[in-house]
């Protein structure tokens, strides 16, 4: 597939340019294993980059004007450099576009003396599905500027950068997560990011060697950051913070939260409970992978999608469907992943009961008279990287 993919694109870039691009860069999308709205507090994430990539063809052009096509639509997007800002882009385009305007913006590149590009794009991650097809497409673009304006640059800094153009050219008030994990991605591994210091590690999962599979169960319902509920837990947890007289959620501890429900009124309460307890619960995870293996993390998962569902009220009918019948099936773990209020949920599941649990599923969301979802195993796999 990402063989067919890397040649494609090449081969779409040519078509509709009528150039040869000087390489392809990829970033794959990402589930998150556990810490669901902990990144916009400061606090501790642990996703992984999946086998589901971008790619981004470029060429170089001899003027300062940049360009853009993918498969998502048959607009090629043109505007001079110079004249970038985060509100002269709209539609998908403000995903390659606010890269380049990103980049400039953090004053990584001077936009008046780099080469115009051409940018043509490709994806098998699947859109609206929670598995921040937005963030694979900034970092492979991130990654194919930064070598072709020869920029001095690391990996967390282009995490910055496509946050940066999500949250400006895109409009989505989105954390760091997304991006970091699509940028330092590793086979086999999760990456620990702290998303105050932007630190991150990566924590080795062993998932084949201890015989499990990652099922990802995309409900099919959509979900959208820019505007709703995620905007609305987000404020909630500002307004939290700023009741218990802390920077951000990060510096409230579990023990904490006795106080703090004297404090807050019961909704606030709840978000921040989920956020404290959530943090807690990565933390837990790293430990566990590290001390005992994936073998033994289900809970914590469980325990993760019922903080969202009942405390921070962000999960759906179809995700909590989804999420108990793997349980009943043999799962280890479920819990919903990304952003909330639709998108797809992620079971721990023995190799041998992926397709028991994926009839399940299927039988259940028929019964309730749900659509049906579409469900794939994912790969831990490497972040962005030059392709060709
Ligand atoms: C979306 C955002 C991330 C993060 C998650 C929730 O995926 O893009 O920054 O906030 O939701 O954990």
């Excluded at 971008?54 to 607009?75: L, P, Q, Y």
């Excluded at 997304?178 to 620990?192: E, I, K, P, T, W």
Aim: glycine share 10%; proline share 3%; hydrophobic share 45%.
């Amino acid at each position: 597939m990402t063989q067919d993919l890397r040649e494609l694109v090449r081969a779409e870039f040519i078509e509709v340019f009528g150039t040869t691009p000087v390489g392809v860069w990829s970033a794959p999308g990402r589930v998150n294993l556990i810490g669901e709205h902990t990144d916009y507090n400061e606090g501790f994430v642990l996703p992984f980059a999946i086998d589901r990539r971008t790619f981004a063809a470029v060429g170089v052009r001899d003027d300062s004007r940049i360009r853009v096509a993918s498969t998502f639509s048959d607009e090629v997007a043109e505007i001079s450099i110079t004249e970038l800002s985060a509100d002269a882009v709209s539609g998908w385009a403000a995903y390659p576009l606010g890269v380049a305007w990103a980049l400039g913006e953090l004053g990584f590149a001077d936009l008046g003396a780099v080469p115009g590009v051409d940018i043509m794009i490709e994806s098998d991650v699947p859109v609206g599905a929670g598995l921040s097809s937005s963030a694979a497409i900034e970092s492979a673009v991130a990654v194919a500027l930064a070598e072709l304006w020869q920029l001095d640059i690391d990996r967390p800094a282009l995490a910055r950068v496509g946050r940066l153009a999500e949250n400006e050219a895109v409009g989505a008030p989105t954390g760091i997560m997304d991006q970091m994990a699509s940028l330092l991605g590793r086979d086999d591994a999760a990456v620990f990011i702290d998303c105050r210091s932007q630190e991150a590690d990566a924590v080795d999962l062993g998932l084949a060697g201890a015989g499990l599979a990652i099922l990802v169960i995309d409900t099919q319902v959509e979900h959208a950051h820019a505007t709703g509920g995620y905007r609305d837990r987000r404020a909630s947890c500002e307004a939290g913070a700023a009741a218990l007289g802390v920077a951000s959620l990060r510096d409230v501890e579990v023990a904490d939260l006795v106080r703090a429900k004297e404090l807050l009124d019961d909704v606030t309460f709840r978000r921040v409970r989920h956020v404290v307890t959530e943090n807690q619960r990565v933390l837990d995870t790293v430990a566990t992978l590290t001390a005992a293996g994936p073998l033994e993390i289900g809970e914590l998962l469980d325990a993760s999608h019922r903080s969202m569902r009942d405390d921070f009220e962000i999960s759906v009918p179809e995700l909590d469907l989804a999420v108990e019948t793997a349980q009943a099936n043999g799962a280890l773990g479920a819990r919903m992943t990304g952003g909330g209020f639709g998108g797809s949920a992620i079971a721990l599941v023995p190799q041998g009961l992926v397709s028991q649990v994926q009839v399940a599923v299927d039988g259940a969301f028929a019964e309730h008279g749900f659509g049906q979802p579409v469900t794939f195993t994912v790969t831990p796999s490497a972040g962005a990287r030059r392709e060709v």
